[in-house]
């Protein structure tokens, strides 16, 4: 998986760590995967145990539900204390990092800055479905989302009506990207 990322740009994957799964874009850089990681689950657990695994996937809804911490259907494994989603290709490996102090629109903040180190390979296979441009338009709905819920910006509430909307012309239909506007005005589900 690693080899075939170009470098210098920004691929979704997923982070598994030892109790959680979240999306994170990564770079690679040489051997590496270099990511930003805000506070969580997946935070705290590098800060314990750096160990992880980044796997592959294009099932973009699975994403989003990893990112809007929604339940996943998924099967786990391991060995050596590194956990991973069975079935999905990728690497485990142990992640260097430094904690540092982030400011942007949103606010400040602490960021996790990781170097993903791969030790092994993970087997698995995608199926051959490429991604619809339904599916980029939902990620991007979701990451703006992730950000809302922290400002609660009316710009950003209204840029994720905007792709709603090229969504549904796209075709797509999701119960999440339902849930994501129906929540800009409140953080229940």
Not at 21 to 37: C, E
Not at 106 to 121: D, K, N, Q, Y
Not at 140 to 148: G, I, K, L, Q, S
Not at 151 to 158: K, L, N, Y
């Amino acid at each position: 998986m690693l080899k075939s990322m170009e470098e210098g740009k920004v691929y979704e994957v997923l982070l598994v760590t030892s109790s959680n799964v979240t999306p994170v874009g990564v770079i690679r850089k040489g051997g590496t995967l270099r990511f930003k990681l805000f506070p969580g689950k997946g935070f705290k657990d590098i800060l314990k145990n750096s160990k992880a695994s980044i796997q592959a996937t294009n099932n973009v809804e699975f994403i989003v539900r990893a990112a809007l911490n929604f339940p996943l259907e998924a099967e786990f494994k391991g060995r050596d204390g590194f956990r991973w989603i069975k079935g999905l290709p990728g690497h485990y490996g142990r992640v260097e990092y430094r904690v540092s102090k982030w400011k942007d629109e949103v606010g400040e903040s602490r960021i996790l800055l990781g170097t993903f180190i791969p030790v092994g390979r993970i087997p698995g296979s995608l199926p051959p479905i490429p991604p619809s441009r339904a599916d980029c338009t939902l990620l991007e709905m979701a990451v703006h989302f992730t950000r809302f819920l922290l400002s609660r910006d009316a710009g950003t509430s209204g840029l994720i009506k905007a792709l709603y909307c090229e969504y549904t012309r796209l075709g797509g239909h999701s119960e999440i990207a339902k849930y994501i506007v129906k929540n800009l005005g409140h953080d229940s589900r």
